[in-house]
Structures are given as C-alpha cells and as structure tokens.
C-alpha cells in the first residue's frame, strides 16, 4: 500500500503564488520512483502537470512551463509543486502521483482555486 498526503491548496488571486506538498508513505521505496502531480478541473479529464524522475530529471505540461517547478525531497518522501503566475484556468484539483509499475497511485487531492 501507498498512502500520499497532499497539503498547500487554497485560494488564491490570480497571478498569486502557492506551493503543493505531497508526502507519501507506506510499501515504497521513494528515491527510486518517479513522482508527479496531476490536476481535474471540473468538466475536463484529469491531466499529468508535472514530474520528476529518481535523478531530478523533470518534465512539464505546457501550460504550466516557465511557471511551475516540481521539486523532491528524498529524506523526506516528499515531492513539492511551487506554483507562480497563477491564472484562472489552473484551478482545479491537484493530485500527487506515485509512478510505480503496473500502478499508479494517487493521493486525494487538494483544491487550488485561482479568482480573476
């Protein structure tokens, strides 16, 4: 079992900064997997924003490049998304993924709701 903790969601106006926190626990071995956050927003499928791989090697979707960076804690298990210039459409439900194999895992999600 996988348990991820996201926290660091909230509302925010636009062009505003936060920063998304995941830690994960459980029958891991965190170093070694790649790490990312997904988001929903409502109406739309839920779509991969960003991740980082076992050597900090990190991808983004384009709309968020240049404006989120991901980040990873191993000491810690902990996978971070700093999030600036935030605009309207990235409100959503962001989810802290766990690349593993055969399955993935997600944590609850927490809401980022960004106001105009």
């Known amino acids: 079992q996988v348990q991820l903790v996201e926290s660091g969601g909230g509302l925010v106006q636009a062009g505003g900064s936060l920063t998304l926190s995941c830690v994960a626990s459980?029958?891991?071995?965190?170093?070694?997997?790649?790490m990312g956050w997904d988001r929903q927003a409502p109406g739309k499928q839920r779509e991969l924003v960003a991740a980082?791989?076992?050597?900090?090697?990190?991808s983004y979707a384009d709309s968020v490049k240049g404006r989120f960076t991901i980040s990873r804690d191993n000491a810690k298990n902990t996978v971070s998304l700093q999030m600036n210039s935030l605009k309207p459409e990235d409100t959503a439900v962001y989810y802290c993924?766990?690349?593993?194999?055969?399955?993935?895992?997600w944590g609850q999600g927490t809401q980022v709701t960004v106001s105009s």
């Open positions: 993924r766990y690349f593993r194999v055969g399955s993935d895992y």
């Open positions: 459980g029958s891991i071995i965190f170093s070694i997997n790649t």
């Open positions: 980082i791989n076992s050597v900090g090697r990190t």
